[in-house]
């Protein structure tokens, strides 16, 4: 999608801090980091939403989360990490790109559901 941010990344039409990218997959750094480890995989494919994933994306979602561990301890994520995709305007999805966050570094983060 043209007007795409994420697209744009992609594309290499707008600059960003690249960690991986295979023929279906690309994974850089998040421009306002929540944490000292903060990265994002976005498909290549041009998804809004997780609501927009069908049957046809079962293995695209499949090596975005088999790579998830693995980069994230590349990134000195090496005792765990949380993943967060937002979703929608409940979800406070911002762009508009299907995006996996991936959150972490030494310090245990902040809970994050609150119950009751
Ligand atoms: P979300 O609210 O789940 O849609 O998250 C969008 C994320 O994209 C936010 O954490 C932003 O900081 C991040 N972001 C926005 N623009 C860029 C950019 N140019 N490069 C890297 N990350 C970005
Ligand atoms: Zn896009």
Redesign the pocket.
């Known amino acids: 999608m043209s007007t795409c ?2 697209c744009k ?1 992609i594309k290499g039409e ?4 690249k960690i991986y990218e295979d023929d279906d997959i690309f994974v ?7 944490a000292p480890v ?1 990265f ?1 995989i976005i498909p290549k494919l041009h998804i809004a939403t997780l609501t927009d994933v069908e049957d046809v994306n079962r293995d695209l979602l499949g090596n975005m989360l088999l790579l998830t561990p693995r980069l994230a301890e590349a990134q000195g994520c090496t005792n765990g990490f949380r993943t ?3 979703t929608g305007h409940v ?6 790109h299907l ?1 996996m ?1 991936i959150i972490g570094g030494d310090e245990r983060l902040p809970v994050m559901i609150h119950h009751g």
């Open positions: 941010l994420f990344i707008i600059p960003s801090s850089f750094n998040d421009i306002n980091p929540a903060h994002l967060i995709v937002n979800g406070g999805q911002e762009v508009l995006h966050h």
